[in-house]
Every structure is written in structure tokens, then in C-alpha cells.
């Protein structure tokens, strides 16, 4: 045995040392943690101001003030103090990529808020829908509006029209009818996902739809209106196809399969004519037309056709902000067809009520084949029925509806105004109730709608003169609407915490499914 002097001195100093060094490293690591934590609470600070930033950005789009003009290279605000930050807002147009002029009406949205010199940026996509002080007395608010019956088959559907600029509002569906009996509503279709709204008569039978839906009735007796009165003294004009285009024309479903395997080259080109209707009311004693046949609508049209409507293999093509307006006095046929803006696919967002289609008398109106139509319809006495996979961009009101295979109708919110489904609209007093004179109006004829207006209008102005407004008892009005989107690298930030928290939420519910069992 020999001894080992000095080993027990040797462990005690590596024993101090490591002890020393981890002393040392742990005050530095809570010295650390101190400027990270104050850090971190700026950016959570930052953020915080940086959204209370776009909510003002938001509330000043929503107002009549000149946003539009009134800033510098698209800087609205510069260095304004909100709670502990400081923010900017800028604002370029969305379509255009520069500075906001008077035509814009969407924008993208960037606010930088300081916060203990950490800056926080947040990006958000807006449309400005501006107030038009539109008084909805035509149903517009409603997906399908039927006097008598609706029927909604096979896996035909309603749905919300995505693409539209108010599709985030993600409302329940509305379809409305004055039946009262049993029966009047069916709604079969498994492929119905969209919540549905029922408005009916307050006297409506408690059997009055096939399926579960929310019911609400109206207050007061709404009529469904006659379309306004056709215009007279147009310029005559014939578009319908020759008769040898006719007896070639192809069906509808060929004309698809045709375009879609061979494009152009698998047609004879001799058929595929094209025309151009400037603006201006035209009288048409009866519209035929097929054969590949293209019509391009130019300014603001409007057809008055005295019989029927046939269009198969047929394209309307509305340029630039044209519109379309037809008074239709017999039946309608469209088989695999289009009309809309230039870009025919049913993801690419146009304003319905450039295109209103309006039935006269008590006809039949057939939309089926590969059909894409975003308009308004407005037959009060027809029965309208789409088949296949045809799809309407837009609303539909008449006697009957009926959508039956793969049809679909996708509404367009942007059409609602504010009607007879909104007690709070300016069709109601200050009561809830109708006003006596929209109750009996029997017609969409603009004179009387707009004595109508100027009445109500009236009451609403001398009440609002005889009363002293200021700014400190009353806030700012917002008219307009303003839909938006905050972004996160090129995501719906929202959208995005929304699914994480329900992501957590399912968790918990497994976690607790898995303690209980």
C-alpha cells in the first residue's frame, strides 16, 4: 500500500470549480432571462398596438372621409402614440400596387407599431364595399325567393360564393318563400352543407319544410313585386343563329368534351362567331342561339325580348364594367352556356347585378348542361329549375324553384342591402314594422320606388335636422363595409389561431376522453 498525498485536496478544487462555474452560468442566465423577458413583452406590446392599429385603419375605411386622396405615397398616419406605442399606416392600392387614388376599393394594409424600440408589422387584405343607400325591395337578400315552392334534390346545392368579396361574413343561408302550406320547401339533397335560413309567413304551416331549418318569419306581409316594366322604342335587332349553324350545332355536352380535348381545333372555327352589341336598348322579337356562338356585350345593354330564349353552346361575355339587363316575355332555355365577365370560370368574382335577367308573364325557365351564369334572377310568375351540373352566380326569385342533379346556386352576400329580412333596414320603422307603403307596392318601377324612397327619406331627414348632433354625442358614421383579412406570410393569421386553438381544444377533449375511459 502507498499513500496518495494531495487527491482529496485535487477532487475538492475540481468539486469548487465546477460548482463556480455553474454559480456563474446560472446569474448569467437570469440576467439573460431578464432582457428576454422584457423583450418579449414589448413584441406581445407591439403586436397588441400594431392590431389595435389596424382596427383604426379599418374604422377609417369604414367612414366618408377622403382616405382615398388624403395621404402621402399611401402613408395615412405617421408616428401617432396608441397606449405605451407608437404606429404607421399605409395603405397601397391592391390592384395596382401604388398609392390609393379615387377609384380604389381594394387595398392592402400595413401597420408598424414600436413598442421599447421592438417593432412589430401587420399586413392585411381589405375591400371597401361603399354604402349606396339601397333600399332592398326585390328579395336580393335571399338566395331563393319562391312565391310557391322550393325543391332542392339529388346533390344539387346552395352554397356561399367564396370568391366573393363579403364571403368571410360566413351568414347562414337565406331562402324565403309566401307558402304557407305543408310541403312547400324540400330539402333532400345529402350535399346541403351550408346552414340554411327558412323566412316564411308568420301563418306559414309548422310543416311547411321537408328538413330541419331555422325559421323565421317576416314581419309584416312583404308581396313579391313584378319586375319593372320593359322599355320601348329600342333599336330593332336580330342575333339568332343562321339556320345552317343550327342544324350543326352540337349538344351541349359534346361542345364541352370538344373544348376540352382538342380546344378550337376540334370544331370547325367557321362556327365559332363572335359579336359585338354596343350600348344602347334593343327590341329582339325571339333569341336563338348556338353553335358556338359568342356575344360580347359592350357599355351598358339592354335586350327586350318579346318571346322565347334559347341558348345552347352560347357565351355572353360582358367587358370591362358593361352590364346586361333583359326583359324576357317568353321561355327560357340554356343548355350549356355562359354568361358573365370575360373569365368564365365561376372562381373568378363579377358583380351579379351587372347581368339581371327579368321573367314576364308565367313561363318555364330551363338552365341545365355545363351552364355558369352569374346574374340576378327575377321571374315573380315563372317556374326556373336547374339541372346537371349547371351553377348561378348570384340569387334567383319567381314562383317556382326547383334545383335538381348537380346544380348549385352560389350566392353572392354583396347583394344584401339591408331587407325584408333585417327589421333594422330602412324598409322598417322605428317600430319593426313595414312601412305601409312597400307592403302594397306591386311593382320594381323605378318612379314609384323612388317616391317611395323620398318619403321615407323625408321623415328620416326632419327628424335628423331637428336634433343637435355633435361628435362628442354621436361617433363617427361608418357606411361602409369593410371586409379583411389580417396576413402572415400570405395567411389568414386569424384563420390560422382559430384552427391552432381547435386544434387544442380536440386535444384536451382526447386527453380527457383518455382519463375518463
Not at 475538492?12 to 455553474?22: D, P
Not at 335587332?237 to 381545333?265: D, H, M, V
Not at 354583396?414 to 307603403?437: I, M, P, Q, V
Amino acid at each position: 500500500m502507498h499513500d496518495r498525498r494531495g487527491i482529496a485536496l485535487m477532487l475538492v478544487m475540481v468539486a469548487i470549480l465546477v460548482t463556480g462555474t455553474m454559480a456563474v452560468a446560472y446569474f448569467g442566465s437570469t440576467d439573460n432571462s431578464i432582457a428576454i423577458g422584457t423583450n418579449i413583452e414589448s413584441a406581445a406590446r407591439a403586436r397588441a398596438v400594431s392590431e389595435s392599429g389596424l382596427e383604426l385603419a379599418i374604422a377609417i375605411l369604414e367612414t366618408d372621409t377622403e382616405w382615398q386622396t388624403n395621404h402621402i405615397d399611401g402613408v395615412l398616419l405617421s408616428g401617432l402614440q396608441v397606449g405605451e406605442g407608437v404606429i404607421s399606416i399605409s395603405i397601397i392600392d391592391a390592384t395596382t400596387d401604388l398609392p390609393p387614388t379615387e377609384e380604389t376599393s381594394k387595398v392592402e394594409i400595413t401597420i408598424t407599431s414600436t413598442v421599447n424600440q421592438i417593432t412589430q408589422s401587420t399586413q392585411a387584405s381589405a375591400t371597401i364595399i361603399p354604402n349606396e343607400e339601397e333600399y332592398d325591395f326585390d328579395f336580393s337578400e335571399y338566395a331563393i325567393f319562391a312565391t310557391s315552392s322550393i325543391e332542392i334534390d339529388d346533390i344539387a346545392s346552395v352554397q356561399n360564393w367564396t370568391v366573393s368579396p363579403l364571403s368571410l361574413q360566413s351568414n347562414a343561408l337565406r331562402l324565403g318563400t309566401l307558402a304557407t302550406g305543408p310541403l312547400a320547401v324540400e330539402i333532400d339533397s345529402p350535399f346541403q352543407r351550408n346552414s340554411l335560413e327558412l323566412h316564411t309567413p308568420n301563418n306559414a304551416s309548422s310543416m311547411l319544410s321537408s328538413s330541419t331549418v331555422d325559421r323565421f318569419d317576416f314581419n309584416g306581409n312583404p308581396t313579391l313585386p313584378s319586375p319593372p316594366t320593359a322599355p320601348v322604342g329600342g333599336t330593332p335587332l336580330t342575333l339568332s343563329s343562321s339556320q345552317a349553324e343550327t342544324n350543326t350545332t352540337y349538344s351541349g355536352f359534346s361542345n364541352w368534351i370538344q373544348s376540352f380535348a382538342f380546344g378550337n381545333r376540334g370544331r370547325n372555327n367557321y362556327h365559332n362567331t363572335n359579336t359585338v352589341v354596343q350600348s344602347g336598348t334593343y327590341d329582339i322579337e325571339a333569341l336563338h342561339l348556338g353553335s358556338d356562338k359568342t356575344i360580347e356585350i359592350q357599355g351598358d345593354v339592354t335586350f327586350n325580348v318579346q318571346q322565347d330564349v334559347s341558348l345552347n353552346g352560347t357565351r355572353i361575355i360582358l367587358s370591362d364594367t358593361a352590364t346586361l339587363t333583359m326583359h324576357i316575355g317568353g321561355d327560357v332555355d340554356i343548355s350549356s352556356s355562359y354568361i358573365g365577365n370575360e373569365n368564365q370560370s365561376h372562381r373568378s368574382w363579377m358583380d351579379p347585378t351587372r347581368v339581371q335577367l327579368y321573367g314576364h308573364g308565367s313561363n318555364d325557365w330551363d338552365i341545365d348542361g355545363i351552364t355558369t351564369i352569374k346574374a340576378e334572377m327575377y321571374a315573380p310568375q315563372c317556374e326556373v329549375s336547374f339541372e346537371d351540373i349547371s351553377t348561378l352566380c348570384g340569387r334567383v326569385a319567381a314562383d317556382e324553384v326547383s334545383m335538381q342533379g348537380a346544380s348549385r346556386l352560389l350566392y353572392d352576400a354583396t347583394l344584401d342591402n339591408g331587407g325584408y329580412a333585417d327589421h333594422s333596414s330602412s324598409l322598417y320603422d322605428d317600430n319593426g314594422e313595414l312601412f305601409s307603403e312597400i307592403e302594397n307596392i306591386a311593382s320594381l318601377d323605378p318612379n314609384l320606388i323612388d317616391s317611395i324612397i323620398d318619403s321615407i327619406s323625408d321623415n328620416e331627414y326632419a327628424a335628423a335636422t331637428n336634433r343637435w348632433a355633435d361628435w362628442r354625442d354621436e361617433p363617427t358614421a361608418r357606411p361602409n363595409d369593410v371586409i379583411f383579412i389580417m396576413m402572415m406570410i400570405a395567411a389568414d393569421t386569424y384563420r390560422w389561431e382559430e384552427l391552432v386553438r381547435q386544434a387544442h381544444r380536440e386535444h384536451g377533449t382526447m386527453l380527457a376522453g383518455g382519463i375518463r375511459q
